[in-house]
């Protein structure tokens, strides 16, 4: 059974990323919803989450998923949408190396066509392997992929860093992936 913290950031990610119209919740262009609107939409659901448990999950999530506007009145998701918005991360020069976490089912495909956004705007990529090694283990046993990063950027490719350290770019070709680590021990 999930705990309430997790299940509040899963409905949220759910409603923020995926699917407001199931909450009757409106983002804007840049993914932000009204946190009253959103505090309602979790008492019509029957989740025991007023404003203040809201806030306090926002700040303890340890991915930091979600973010509040400066003034607290609204909140987002970071990344990972499949509904249109138009975040406004920097584009910035990745490291030369970034890493994507997966599971051993999807690594042929992966090999064969590179990493893709699928249902999302954009792949995510973490800092450092054991993040991407979390990252892929809520899937199943982790595989932990290299990407040549900088080199990708040089061929043109725009990454982002959100404010939680997430890189997120478009699309990886097959070839800019370097390494196959599921043990981290390279």
Same mark, same amino acid.
């Given at each position: 059974?999930?705990?309430?913290?997790?299940?509040?950031?899963?409905?949220?990610?759910?409603?923020?990323?995926?699917?407001?119209? /199931?909450? &009757?919740?409106?983002?804007?262009?840049? *993914?932000? /919803?009204?946190?009253?609107?959103?505090? /309602?939409?979790?008492? @019509?659901?029957?989740?025991?989450?007023?404003?203040?448990?809201?806030?306090?999950?926002?700040?303890?999530?340890?991915?930091?998923?979600?973010?509040?506007?400066?003034?607290?009145?609204?909140?987002?998701?970071?990344?990972?949408?499949?509904?249109?918005?138009?975040?406004?991360?920097?584009?910035?020069?990745?490291?030369?190396?970034?890493?994507?976490?997966?599971? &051993?089912?999807?690594?042929?495909?992966?090999?064969?066509?590179?990493? %893709?956004?699928? %249902?999302?705007?954009?792949?995510?990529?973490?800092?450092?392997?054991?993040?991407?090694? %979390?990252?892929? /283990?809520? @899937?199943?046993?982790?595989?932990?992929?290299?990407? @040549?990063?900088?080199?990708?950027?040089?061929? *043109?490719?725009?990454?982002?860093?959100?404010?939680?350290?997430?890189?997120?770019?478009?699309?990886?070709?097959?070839?800019?992936?370097?390494?196959?680590?599921?043990?981290?021990?390279?």
């Amino acid at each position: 059974m999930l705990d309430k913290d997790t299940r509040l950031s899963k409905t949220l990610s759910y409603w923020l990323r995926h699917r407001p119209d /199931a909450a &009757g919740l409106v983002l804007d262009e840049q *993914g932000w /919803a009204d946190v009253g609107a959103v505090v /309602a939409a979790l008492a @019509r659901s029957r989740t025991q989450a007023g404003l203040d448990r809201l806030r306090t999950m926002i700040d303890r999530n340890d991915k930091q998923r979600f973010e509040l506007s400066p003034d607290g009145q609204q909140v987002r998701a970071r990344q990972g949408h499949s509904v249109a918005v138009a975040l406004d991360w920097p584009s910035l020069v990745p490291p030369d190396l970034l890493y994507h976490g997966t599971v &051993g089912r999807n690594l042929d495909a992966i090999l064969r066509e590179g990493l %893709r956004a699928m %249902r999302r705007h954009h792949v995510h990529l973490s800092p450092d392997a054991e993040t991407a090694r %979390r990252v892929g /283990a809520r @899937r199943g046993i982790p595989v932990v992929l290299g990407v @040549r990063a900088r080199e990708l950027h040089a061929c *043109g490719e725009l990454f982002f860093l959100t404010a939680n350290n997430v890189w997120l770019v478009g699309a990886v070709p097959p070839q800019f992936i370097e390494a196959v680590d599921p043990l981290l021990g390279s």
